[in-house]
């Protein structure tokens, strides 16, 4: 029976200091996600799917700083500009930005954004049969605020995401949007202290 109380004990030592470094490794992580949304205004493109990946170092217990990456897809639509039906074609943005978090609480409500460039990829035109042959936007500044709920593992998000592309790929009164409201899902990889 002694031997059992020494095994009881042996594993709860153990598991205490597993539960603890688990919570001790969660300062710096990886973030793996997915997004989708609906384009905002749809003149160009009519919605997006996309992939996230970013580092994130916790500064303090309620404030974390990284970088982040992806690839989010936009599907282009057709509209009418000037009584001429464009066929716009679909399209890519990678951003490369600084990550922004505030954690109030260990679990629950978050606030953050990322921010920094957005590099708009794909076919050279805005749209497959555009005379005039405009050229889409190389890319711009881009942001991506988000509200959402964390816990060790997840984040679940609301989201903006926006790549400003001044007034290039207008064609007739179409504007160019590389922009989408949407959510997003991630998942959380700790990397250790």
Do not use: C
């Not at 057709?78 to 990550?99: C, R």
């Not at 790929?169 to 899902?185: D, L, T």
């Amino acid at each position: 029976m002694n031997s059992v109380k020494k095994s009881i004990f042996a594993l709860g030592l153990v598991t205490a200091g597993l539960l603890s470094a688990q919570s001790a490794d969660m300062r710096n992580m990886m973030k793996i996600g997915i997004n989708g949304g609906i384009a905002v205004p749809a003149e160009n493109a009519g919605g997006n799917l996309g992939l996230d990946l970013s580092y994130q170092n916790l500064v303090t217990p309620g404030f974390g700083l990284g970088i982040a990456t992806g690839y989010s897809h936009f599907f282009g639509k057709s509209n009418t500009v000037n009584g001429i039906n464009l066929e716009n074609n679909d399209f890519g943005v990678v951003p490369v930005a600084a990550l922004i978090r505030v954690y109030p609480k260990q679990m629950g409500f978050y606030l953050g954004t990322d921010i920094g460039y957005g590099f708009i990829v794909g076919d050279d035109k805005v749209a497959s049969n555009d005379v005039s042959n405009t050229a889409r936007p190389d890319g711009g500044l881009y942001i991506k605020p988000e509200i959402g709920y964390h816990n060790q593992d997840w984040n679940f998000s609301l989201q903006y995401q926006k790549t400003f592309t001044g007034d290039k790929g207008e064609i007739g009164s179409q504007k160019y949007n590389a922009g989408a409201i949407g959510v997003g899902v991630g998942y959380n990889i700790p990397l250790g202290k």
